[in-house]
């Protein structure tokens, strides 16, 4: 019996021994965790990166999207019907101003020409006895005036019917390439019929919407570059109108770039990355964008004073992939911590290794 109790006391105290080592041992990692294993009980340096402030030119650039126009494009309908007779235009192909791309049948409008024209001959003869009656007394002025009046509808008639004919040969408004053809010949076409397309993509219009706070910046003449999907080429066009006003959904200012496209690489109703040159900011603090600490009512930087993090609440303007600028909360020379900023803590004691000034 004292054996067993023998055996339970040893038990117990080995489980006591037990646990009491853990809690030791918790708490010693614990401490090491926090930092307090340094000499004196001291917390080490935390070891981060930082860059100095320093003033430099910033060139302000603004990256969109906008959408690639032909200079000129529309869609090709005839503007009388009929039967399309003729077609003188290959698909894909170059044209010039003025040529005939289709011929719409026009025998019924010459018949109609043709009795016009009697009638005019007819009505131009009894004007001109009515004028000799007329001198002569012969009859009143009334009687002038009706047949003056029947000459002057002949004619009338005779130059619609000629203007219907000449709507029957429809000609290429400007040059450019003419699209795939969606008619043969022998199709009653109509005002409503799609023939095909025309557009001259010699130059192209670059389309872009343009924030209300940079609205006041953009100007006739200015320069823009773009660049589009599937080519590494970087490409330049001309500011060349603005709206007049911001539009009020979305706050944007609609502008419009044109550009050479001689050798034909931008086609139209592609989408085009324009970056947007803006305002050259001088004297400017630009440092890395993972400084910044988004805080409730504004942005935060920690920078080294006395070898201790603290914090400075700034002011950001623009921001770019890599920086952003400062506008206040931060003087030339200043250091700013780059790494470790969501856990530091106002006063930590840190340890600077210097990289790069931004750019």
């Not at 670059?206 to 940079?214: A, N, R």
Request: no cysteine; proline share 4%.
């Amino acid at each position: 019996m004292k054996v067993k109790y023998i055996v339970y006391t040893l038990l117990i105290a080995g489980v006591g021994a037990l646990v009491f080592y853990r809690i030791s041992e918790n708490k010693k990692q614990k401490m090491d965790a926090a930092g307090g294993g340094g000499k004196d009980g001291k917390k080490p340096p935390m070891a981060v990166n930082g860059v100095v402030v320093a003033p430099q030119e910033f060139a302000n650039t603004l990256s969109l999207s906008g959408s690639i126009e032909a200079n000129e494009q529309i869609e090709v309908h005839s503007e009388v019907s009929g039967i399309a007779e003729k077609i003188f235009f290959t698909e894909g192909a170059k044209v010039s101003k003025g040529q005939v791309l289709v011929k719409i049948n026009d025998i019924e409008l010459r018949a109609q020409a043709g009795q016009a024209k009697t009638r005019q001959t007819l009505a131009a003869e009894n004007e001109r006895r009515a004028r000799l009656l007329l001198q002569k007394e012969a009859i009143s002025q009334e009687e002038y005036d009706i047949a003056s009046a029947d000459y002057k509808t002949a004619l009338a008639q005779t130059e619609l019917i000629n203007a219907q004919i000449g709507k029957t040969s429809i000609r290429a408004p400007f040059s450019g390439t003419i699209g795939l053809r969606n008619i043969s010949p022998g199709t009653y076409v109509t005002p409503t019929t799609l023939i095909t397309n025309l557009v001259n993509s010699s130059q192209i219009k670059i389309t872009f919407s343009v924030p209300e706070k940079y609205a006041s910046q953009m100007k006739v003449n200015s320069v823009i570059t773009f660049t589009v999907s599937g080519s590494n080429e970087t490409f330049q066009a001309k500011v060349y109108a603005l709206e007049p006003s911001v539009e009020v959904t979305t706050r944007t200012l609609k502008v419009r770039a044109i550009a050479e496209n001689a050798q034909g690489k931008l086609l139209p109703g592609t989408f085009a990355n324009v970056i947007l040159p803006l305002d050259e900011v001088k004297d400017a603090f630009v440092i890395p964008t993972e400084a910044i600490v988004p805080v409730q009512g504004g942005k935060k930087v920690f920078v080294v004073r006395n070898g201790q993090a603290q914090e400075a609440t700034v002011e950001t303007g623009t921001r770019t992939d890599k920086d952003i600028v400062v506008l206040s909360g931060l003087k030339a020379g200043d250091t700013v911590l780059t790494t470790g900023v969501l856990t530091l803590k106002k006063e930590t004691p840190v340890k600077v290794s210097l990289t790069k000034k931004a750019k």
